[in-house]
């Protein structure tokens, strides 16, 4: 094997309050020789993801947290370039969790082999990975039915653009909420929503009841704050809060208040419940099959944003907080 250089980004600080390019780094590092047993991938695309904005945070999380100093973790696309393990041949393409780096080396277990019968490959990224499993999930726990008015916030993202399409193959009316009239019309137009409104041009509130003028039975929480306190009070009788992310938190220097009107959830026996992607990673292969089989069919549709070149991840991620994206937010690597 020839020697491999590599560049990666790695913490250098842990960001107050929206990250920096100064919270990161940029380094080049020169790969060992490969073992045994070892694959060694050139990624394709990485994905930038808010759920990482807590992991960069000091102290205990669900997830484990970035260490200062190390190479930051995400998923990934790539090509197998050499392999000195049975099973694994250059060429295959694999999903892992090496993202934020060019080139690595792994052991088998550590890498899934997808087909590349799905193009862009970028999709096990998005409708076809982590964040449309999450939405897939989402509508199973929240037992989404024919006939329901669902409402989803952050809707014009990876998760609420797929959720959407799904809820809409499932027969319920979709709402949802974005924050450019691009992404309202990116809903209505090529997701199939009902309605849609944009989150920046008035109360949530006013805008949701304007949609839904006879209430929501789901509403699929991706951003928390003001959205949440709108469905809670446009919640019909044993309605369901999917919650999946509060988005509009994450970069809060301060605890942030909570819903003035949670006694909704006791008048009207609501039911609201912590969504864990990691929890259904045992279904991957059903969601798999029936979002394949729509996407295979050019029913569900896979936006993203392509940013290009690992010099540009951190401002993709970034970006992600300032609504930089529609769909899912990739970084395809050169
Ligand atoms: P998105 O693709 O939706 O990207 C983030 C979007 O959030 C931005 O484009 C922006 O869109 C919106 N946003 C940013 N800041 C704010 C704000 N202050 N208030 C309202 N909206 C904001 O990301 P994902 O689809 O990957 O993730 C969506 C949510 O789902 C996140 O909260 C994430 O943490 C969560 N999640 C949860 C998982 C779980 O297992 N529970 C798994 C995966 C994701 P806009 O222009 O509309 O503001």
């Known amino acids: 094997m020839t020697q491999i250089i590599s560049r990666e980004i790695q913490l250098v600080s842990r960001p107050k309050g929206i990250p920096t390019e100064t919270n990161f780094n940029l380094v080049q590092t020169t790969l060992p020789s490969l073992q045994e047993q070892q694959v060694l991938v050139r990624n394709l695309f990485m ?3 808010p759920y990482m904005r807590g992991r960069m945070n000091e102290g205990k999380s669900y997830v484990p947290q970035f260490e200062i100093g190390k190479p930051l973790e995400g998923g990934a696309v790539g090509e197998v370039v050499e392999s000195l393990a ?28 997808v087909s590349s019968e799905f193009q862009p490959l970028s999709v096990y990224l998005g409708a076809l990975g982590m964040t449309g499993l999450t939405a897939w999930a989402g509508l199973h ?39 450019s009239a691009e992404k309202v019309a ?10 849609a409104f ?45 919650a999946c992310g509060g988005i509009s938190g994450y ?42 089989g729509y996407y295979k069919a050019g029913k569900l549709k896979h936006k993203e944003t392509v940013v290009e070149g690992i010099d540009q991840a951190v401002a993709a991620f970034i970006g992600l907080f300032q609504g930089q994206n529609v769909g899912k937010m990739v970084v395809k690597l050169k």
């Not at 049975?86 to 088998?108: L, Q």
């Not at 990116?186 to 309605?195: I, N, R, S, T, V």
């Not at 942030?256 to 864990?276: A, Q």
Request: contains cysteine.
């Open 141 to 179: 726990q929240g037992k989404v039915k024919a006939g329901e008015t669902i409402y989803i916030s952050g809707a014009a993202g990876a998760v609420g653009s797929v959720a959407g399409q799904l809820a809409k193959f499932r027969g319920c009316r979709v709402i949802g909420s974005a924050g």
């Open 198 to 242: 944009n989150y920046k041009e008035g109360p949530v509130l006013e805008q949701l009841k304007l949609n839904a003028p006879d209430g929501i039975d789901v509403y699929f929480d991706n951003v928390g704050g003001e959205s949440l306190e709108a469905s809670l009070a446009v919640l019909r009788l044993h309605g369901r809060i999917i």
């Open 47 to 49: 994905s930038v993801d």
């Open 251 to 292: 970069n809060a220097e301060k605890p942030i208040p909570s819903p003035v009107n949670l006694f909704n959830i006791t008048t009207k026996r609501l039911t609201m419940k912590g969504l864990m992607v990691f929890d259904w990673l045992n279904r991957q292969a059903e969601f798999l099959e029936e979002a394949g």
């Open 186 to 195: 990116f809903l209505l137009e090529e997701c199939g929503f009902d309605g």
């Open 86 to 113: 049975t099973g694994f041949k250059p060429g295959d393409i694999v999903v892992s969790s090496f993202g934020w780096r060019e080139y690595f080396i792994a052991a088998p277990q550590d890498l899934q082999t």
